[in-house]
């Protein structure tokens, strides 16, 4: 069974409301995930994941220092990552608050680790975001882009 990180940074609560509607749509369909807050991350167990998704709150149009620190850190792993799939979603506080660019750097970094990542046709084509709060809509488009990072994963990835 192909095996996700759902990995977030929150302060007031959004962006962990979307990672677990997030993790929680990727177990319905049949991945094992583990649902982790940055706080309580382990490095070192970056590469035993298929499927890497992170979801940071947007600060001045780019990551948290949280979910940057991470990433910095996991050149450690460069190359390891290679043809996992990866995916991002943020939250802000209004819709012109640099929602793509903050998705962007942290796709940004997946790239550059080799892993495939996958843009959608409809609603937020880089991935999830909410804006002001976690909303029906916001729900919606966390649970529609973790069918498809599903199906993608499971394609790469099942016994």
Same mark, same amino acid.
């Given at each position: 069974?192909?095996?996700?990180? $759902?990995? %977030?940074?929150?302060?007031?609560?959004?962006?962990?409301?979307? =990672? +677990? =509607? !997030? @993790?929680?749509?990727?177990?319905?369909?049949?991945?094992?995930?583990?649902?982790?807050?940055?706080? &309580?991350?382990?490095?070192?167990?970056?590469?035993?994941?298929?499927?890497?998704?992170?979801?940071?709150?947007? %600060? %001045?149009? &780019?990551?948290?220092?949280?979910? +940057?620190? !991470?990433?910095?850190?996991? $050149?450690?792993?460069?190359?390891?990552? &290679?043809?996992? $799939?990866?995916? @991002?979603?943020?939250?802000?506080?209004?819709?012109?608050?640099?929602?793509?660019?903050? !998705?962007?750097?942290?796709?940004?970094?997946?790239?550059?680790?080799?892993? !495939? $990542?996958?843009?959608?046709?409809?609603?937020?084509? %880089?991935?999830?975001?909410?804006?002001?709060?976690?909303?029906?809509?916001?729900?919606?488009?966390?649970?529609?882009? @973790?069918?498809?990072?599903?199906?993608?994963?499971?394609?790469?990835? =099942?016994?």
């Amino acid at each position: 069974m192909p095996k996700a990180l $759902v990995l %977030y940074y929150t302060r007031t609560g959004t962006t962990e409301a979307m =990672a +677990k =509607a !997030i @993790a929680h749509t990727l177990r319905e369909e049949g991945l094992s995930v583990d649902l982790v807050h940055c706080d &309580n991350f382990s490095l070192h167990t970056l590469p035993q994941y298929h499927l890497i998704v992170i979801g940071s709150p947007t %600060y %001045y149009g &780019n990551m948290a220092a949280e979910v +940057k620190k !991470i990433l910095d850190e996991s $050149v450690r792993f460069h190359g390891e990552l &290679n043809g996992r $799939v990866g995916g @991002a979603f943020t939250s802000s506080g209004n819709p012109a608050g640099g929602n793509e660019t903050t !998705i962007f750097s942290i796709l940004q970094a997946l790239l550059i680790h080799g892993m !495939i $990542v996958k843009g959608r046709p409809e609603g937020s084509h %880089y991935g999830p975001v909410a804006i002001e709060r976690f909303d029906q809509q916001a729900e919606q488009e966390c649970q529609e882009y @973790a069918r498809e990072l599903a199906k993608v994963t499971k394609s790469l990835w =099942a016994s």
